[in-house]
C-alpha cells in the first residue's frame, strides 16, 4: 500500500463494491464485498438479490474476509516427507512446485486408472468445499471417469435418507416449508429457518417474515436451542424417535379423526395403486399399475389417473387377483400407532400428540383454494420439515418418511404454504427460455425428473443391485444414493472377502473434506487412511486428515478468490424458493489469488485434459450432457481445450444470451426474473405421483438378498418393508443400564463443518457463546451425577470409545439427553486457533451395519453414553 504523509487523508486509489455469492456454507448466498485499494475489507448482503437476508449475512460470511488472508491458509503445494502415516504424526512437510505436484498427480493416478477404475475414491465436502465450486470434482469430473465417490460423514449423516425421500416425492434435492404462505409448520430435526440446513440466511429471512406475519411453528427436538429456542412450541423428544411421533399423528388424523385430502392422495400419490398380496402392484400386461376406478368399476392404468374416479379404499379383483388399494394398506397399518404408545417411545405426552394433531388438521385447511397471480390454487399451509437431525439415524428411511406422510396426507406439497423443494421447474429466462427442466411421470406414472440431483440421476428407478467392484458397494447396496460408509467402516474387509472384492484403494483425490474428523468412529477411517499409497488433498487448510495421512495437499482458492458459475448450475439450494423471483449467480474474485493458491474448480478440467484425449473428450461430454439436462446446448466441442474463464463465458452467455457474457455478470452479479405460479406450485400441473407405499422396496429386498446371502453376508431385512413402520434406532436397543443417556449433535450457526472453526471472530463470538465448545446437559440429570456447570466429564459408549468435554448445564434439554456442537475438538497444530475446542462428539459414532438404516445406508448419528465426572 502506498504510505501516506501524516495528518494527511490516506491515498485511496480504489473504493468499489463487487457482486459475488458466498460459499461460507452451501447456502451460497447473494454478498457484495467492498475492496479498498486491493483489500477486502468489509461484507454485506446483496440487498438486490432473494438468495440471502436481502442485506443481511450471517455470522459466517464475515469469517470469509479473514479466511482471504488467514496466516494458517496453505498457500503452497506441499509434500509428506515422513512416510509413516497415522493421527497425531507429523507429516514433516515440505514445500514444492506445482509443477512437480501435478506431474507425479497425473503419473500416479494415470497408472491405476488405466489399471482398474475402481481402485480410485473421490471425496468431497458439501457444507463447504462443494460450495466453493467442487462439485466439479465430486461430481463432474468422477462422473466423467467413473469413479465412486468417498464422502466420510456427507450423505451418511445428512442426506441418504432425505435426498432420497425428498427425490421421490418432491423432485427436490431438498424442502422446506413454503415460508410465504404457510401459517403452521413442524421441525422435527431441522435447523431450517434458524441456524442450518439449506439455504440458511435466505430461509432465516423468509422464516422472521412469517413469524411476524403470525406463522406458528413447532419444534421436536430434544433440545431447546436454535430450533427449539425460536419456535412457539418446543415439544422434547428422544432422538431417533420421530417416526413414532409421526405415525402417531398420521394414526390420529386418518383413522381417529378421519381428515385427510381425498383429492392430492388419489391424483397425486401412488395411493389408489392397487397392491396384491405379495407386496407388489397389480399391474397390466405392459407392466403399468393399475388402480380401481369407481366411475366405470374397472381397473385403469395409473399413469392416467385424471380421468378416473380412483378408489382410496375396499378390495378389488382384477384378472382374479384379489388387490387393494396402497392408501388402504397405510391407513389400515398406521392403526397400531396410537398416541399413547408413541409417547412410550418418545416421552412425547399423548395430549400433546393429539392436540398437534388437531392444529394441524385444522390449519391444513382441507379443500381450501386461493389465487395467485390470477391462478386458482389449492391452498394447504401446513408443512412438516426433517432433515439431518431427524434423518442422521439407523432407522433414519423411516423416520424421514414418515414425516413426510404427513403433508401426503393434507395434501401440503408443491402448493401454496405447504411443503415445497427448491426450484424444480423452470420455464427458463423469459428472453431465451433456458434453464429449462421440470418434473415429468416415469412409465409407473411415479415422479421423477429431466433435473435431479446432479442433473444426471433421477430419483426413479434406482439401478438394480449388482456387484461391480465399487469399492463404496454403492453397486451392491444401490438404495445408498448418497455417502456410502464402506470404505471405511468397521467390516470393510469381511464385505469385501465376502464379496470376493480382491482390490483396494490406490489413490484417494480429495476437494475439502475432513473424514477423520467427520465420518465418525476415528478408527476404521484411520485404517482405511493408512492403507492407500497414494492421497492428495485439494484444501485451504492443511487438517486433521491431510496432517495424518496425505501425500500431496494442493492449495485452494478460497471462494471470495475464485470465478465460477458451476454452482448455480446445481438448482438443489442455489436459488431463491417460493414466489421469490428466479437468480442466476456467478461466483467472482474480489481480490486475486494470493501465494500460489489455484483454484480447485478450473484445476478439474485442466487434470481431465492432461490424462488424454479419451478424457478430455469424457469430460467434455459430462459437461455437456449436465446443461442439456437443463435444456441447454453444448457449449465446448468433444476434442476441444478451454480455459475455465472460456467456459463460463460460453455457459452463461448459452443461457442468457450473447448480452449476457461473463463480462455482464462480473458487472452485475446475477440475472433475475420472475417465476409463474405454475413453476412454484407445479403439484397440479404435473401428472405424476409420489409414494405413501415403498412398493420398489420388494424387489429391492429380493434382489439384494439374492446377492449378499448366497455370500453369508447378514443383513437387517426387517426393515426393508413398503409400508412405514417403526423400528428402534441403535441406540434404543442398547440395554446395558449404565449407558442411560443418549448423545446427539447439532450444527453451530457460527460454523460449518470443521471448516471456519480456527478464524478468529467466529472463534471469539464462539467462546461467548455457551453451547458452543461445550457438552450441553440437563441441570437435573447433573446434579444427580454430581456433575456442576463448568465441570469436565467423561463421555463413553457402549463399546468404550470416549471423549473429554466441558458441561453447560441448562433447563431446555431433554432429561436422558446430551449434546454437543458437532464439529468442534480439533487437533491439528496448522490450526492453532480451532485446536482443542469443544468436544470431539463423532469419536462416540459406531460405524458398523447395526448402526446404518439398512435401506439408505445412513448412519446412525446418535448414541447411547454414560457421562461421568472426570477424575
Ligand atoms: N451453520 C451451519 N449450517 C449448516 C452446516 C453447518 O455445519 N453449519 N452444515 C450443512 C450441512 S452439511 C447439513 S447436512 C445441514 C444440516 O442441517 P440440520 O439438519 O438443520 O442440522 P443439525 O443442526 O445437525 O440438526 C438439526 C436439529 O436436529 C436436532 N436433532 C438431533 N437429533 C434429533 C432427532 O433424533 N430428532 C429430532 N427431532 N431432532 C434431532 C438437533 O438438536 C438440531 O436442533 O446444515 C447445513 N448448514
Ligand atoms: N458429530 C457429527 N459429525 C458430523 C455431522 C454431525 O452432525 N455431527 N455431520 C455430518 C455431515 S451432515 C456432513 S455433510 C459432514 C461434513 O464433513 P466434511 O465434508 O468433512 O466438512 P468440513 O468439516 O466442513 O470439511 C471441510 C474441509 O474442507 C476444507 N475447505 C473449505 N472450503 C474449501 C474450499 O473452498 N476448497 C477446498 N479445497 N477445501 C475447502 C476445509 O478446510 C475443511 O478442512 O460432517 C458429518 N459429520
Ligand atoms: S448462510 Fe452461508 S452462504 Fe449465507 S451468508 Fe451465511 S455462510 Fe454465507
Ligand atoms: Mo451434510
Known amino acids: 500500500m502506498k504510505s501516506s504523509r501524516r495528518g494527511a487523508a490516506p491515498q485511496v486509489w480504489e473504493d468499489r463494491w463487487i457482486p459475488t455469492t458466498c460459499a461460507m456454507c452451501y447456502a451460497q448466498c447473494a454478498i457484495r464485498v467492498r475492496v479498498i485499494n486491493g483489500v477486502a475489507v468489509q461484507v454485506e448482503g446483496n440487498p438486490d438479490s432473494y438468495l440471502g437476508a436481502r442485506g443481511g449475512v450471517c455470522g459466517k460470511a464475515m469469517g470469509g474476509l479473514q479466511q482471504i488472508y488467514d ?28 509443477d512437480e505436484a501435478i506431474d507425479e498427480i497425473v503419473d500416479r493416478f494415470e497408472k491405476v486408472y488405466r489399471d482398474n477404475p475402481n481402485k480410485i475414491l473421490f471425496t468431497g465436502s458439501p457444507p463447504t468445499g462443494f460450495a466453493n465450486e467442487g462439485v466439479m470434482f465430486a461430481h463432474v469430473l468422477a462422473s466423467a471417469l467413473g469413479i465412486a465417490r468417498f464422502q466420510g460423514g456427507t450423505g451418511f449423516h445428512c442426506g441418504n435418507a432425505s435426498h432420497l425421500v425428498s427425490g421421490i416425492n418432491h423432485v427436490s434435492w431438498s424442502v422446506c416449508p413454503d415460508f410465504q404462505y404457510c401459517n403452521y409448520a413442524l421441525f422435527f430435526g431441522a435447523g431450517k429457518g434458524v441456524s442450518s440446513g439449506h439455504s440458511m440466511a435466505m430461509l432465516a429471512r423468509l422464516r422472521a417474515e412469517a413469524t411476524a406475519r403470525g406463522m406458528k411453528t413447532v419444534a421436536f427436538d430434544p433440545i431447546c436451542h436454535q430450533q427449539g429456542g425460536k419456535s412457539t412450541e418446543w415439544v422434547p423428544l428422544l432422538p431417533g424417535t420421530d417416526v413414532a411421533v409421526a405415525l402417531a399423528i398420521a394414526n390420529t388424523l386418518v383413522n381417529e379423526m378421519g381428515v385427510y385430502d381425498r383429492e392430492h ?18 399391474r397390466d400386461d405392459s407392466g403399468v399399475p393399475l388402480l380401481w376406478d369407481r366411475a366405470s368399476g374397472s381397473a385403469k392404468p395409473g399413469p392416467v389417473s385424471h380421468l378416473t374416479e380412483p378408489a382410496l379404499d375396499g378390495e378389488f379383483e382384477v384378472n382374479g387377483t384379489t388387490c387393494r388399494p396402497a392408501f388402504d394398506l397405510v391407513k389400515e397399518h398406521l392403526k397400531q400407532y396410537t398416541a399413547e404408545w408413541a409417547s412410550g417411545i418418545s416421552t412425547v405426552p399423548a395430549a400433546t400428540i393429539r392436540r398437534i394433531t388437531g392444529e394441524w388438521a385444522e390449519n391444513a385447511r382441507i379443500g381450501s383454494t386461493i389465487e395467485i397471480n390470477g391462478v386458482k390454487l389449492p391452498y394447504r399451509p401446513v408443512a412438516a420439515c426433517m432433515f439431518r437431525g431427524g434423518q442422521g439415524h439407523s432407522n433414519g428411511f423411516h423416520q424421514y418418511m414418515a414425516v413426510e406422510l404427513l403433508n401426503q396426507l393434507v395434501g401440503a406439497c408443491e402448493v401454496p404454504g405447504g411443503l415445497i423443494g427448491w426450484v424444480v421447474r423452470s420455464f427458463g429466462y423469459p428472453e431465451t427460455g433456458l434453464p429449462k427442466f421440470e418434473p415429468i411421470p416415469t412409465e ?72 477423520v474428523m467427520n465420518t465418525g468412529d476415528v478408527e476404521p477411517v484411520a485404517k482405511f487412511l493408512e492403507q492407500i499409497p497414494f492421497y492428495v488433498h485439494y484444501q485451504l487448510y492443511v487438517n486433521e486428515t491431510s496432517d495424518g495421512f496425505a501425500d500431496i495437499v494442493l492449495p485452494d482458492t478460497s471462494p471470495l478468490e475464485t470465478l465460477s458459475c458451476w454452482n448455480s448450475e446445481y438448482y438443489h439450494f442455489h436459488c431463491p424458493v ?159 443400564p449404565q449407558y442411560d443417556l443418549f448423545a446427539f449433535s447439532y450444527r453451530d450457526v457460527l460454523f460449518a463443518g470443521t471448516a471456519s472453526q480456527g478464524l478468529p471472530w467466529l472463534r471469539e463470538a464462539a467462546s461467548m457463546n455457551p453451547y458452543s465448545e461445550h457438552l450441553v446437559m440437563n441441570v437435573d440429570t447433573a446434579r444427580k451425577k454430581g456433575i456442576e456447570e463448568g465441570d469436565t466429564v467423561s463421555v463413553e459408549n457402549e463399546i468404550g470409545s470416549r471423549i473429554k468435554a466441558v458441561v453447560h448445564l441448562v433447563e431446555g434439554m431433554h432429561p436422558q439427553c446430551v449434546a454437543s456442537t458437532s464439529h468442534s475438538g480439533k487437533w491439528s497444530n496448522a490450526q492453532p486457533i480451532a485446536k482443542g475446542k469443544g468436544p470431539f462428539f463423532s469419536a462416540l459414532l459406531i460405524n458398523d451395519r447395526h448402526h446404518w438404516c439398512p435401506i439408505t445406508l445412513n448412519m446412525e448419528t446418535a448414541a447411547k453414553v454414560r457421562v461421568d465426572k472426570a477424575r
Not at 392422495?265 to 397389480?282: E, F, I, S
Not at 421423477?448 to 469399492?471: E, F, R, V
Not at 405454475?678 to 439374492?706: G, Q, T
Open 444 to 515: 409407473e406414472g411415479l415422479l421423477s425428473s429431466t433435473a435431479w440431483s446432479h442433473g444426471h440421476d433421477a430419483p426413479w428407478a434406482h439401478p438394480k443391485p449388482a456387484l461391480k467392484g465399487k469399492l463404496t458397494l454403492v453397486d451392491v447396496l444401490s438404495w445408498c444414493g448418497g455417502g456410502s460408509p464402506f470404505p471405511a467402516a468397521r467390516e470393510t474387509e469381511e464385505f469385501y472377502q465376502k464379496l470376493g472384492i480382491a482390490h483396494r484403494c490406490e489413490f484417494l483425490l480429495a476437494q475439502g473434506s475432513n473424514v
Open 578 to 736: 417460493g414466489m421469490q423471483p428466479m437468480e442466476y449467480h456467478l461466483r467472482q474474485p474480489v481480490v486475486a489469488p494470493l501465494y500460489e493458491r489455484r483454484p480447485s474448480v478450473a484445476f478439474a478440467l485442466q487434470f481431465a485434459y492432461r490424462l488424454g484425449p479419451d478424457i478430455r473428450e469424457k469430460m467434455n461430454r459430462t459437461i455437456n450432457d449436465l446443461l442439456a439436462n437443463r435444456g441447454c446446448p453444448p457449449v465446448v466441442a468433444e476434442d476441444e481445450e478451454v480455459t475455465w474463464e472460456d467456459l463460463t463465458d460460453r455457459i452463461l452467455k448459452s443461457k442468457f444470451g450473447a448480452g449476457h457474457d461473463l463480462n455482464w455478470f462480473k458487472e452485475h452479479g446475477f440475472i433475475q426474473w420472475d417465476k409463474k405460479p405454475e413453476e412454484v406450485y407445479w403439484r397440479w400441473f404435473v401428472n405424476a405421483r409420489s409414494s405413501i407405499y415403498l412398493e420398489h422396496i420388494v424387489d429391492y429386498k429380493e434382489d439384494l438378498k439374492a446377492i449378499i446371502e448366497p455370500r453369508g453376508i447378514e443383513w437387517d431385512w426387517e426393515q426393508l418393508t413398503p409400508l412405514l413402520s417403526y423400528f428402534p434406532a441403535a441406540p434404543h436397543r442398547v440395554t446395558d
Open 71 to 98: 496466516p494458517y491458509r496453505l498457500n503452497y503445494p506441499v509434500r509428506r516427507t515422513n512416510p509413516k502415516k497415522g493421527i497425531g504424526i507429523d507429516p514433516q512437510w515440505q514445500r514444492i512446485s506445482w
Open 265 to 282: 392422495l388419489r391424483h397425486k400419490t401412488n395411493g389408489p395403486y392397487l397392491v396384491k398380496a405379495d407386496g407388489r402392484y397389480m
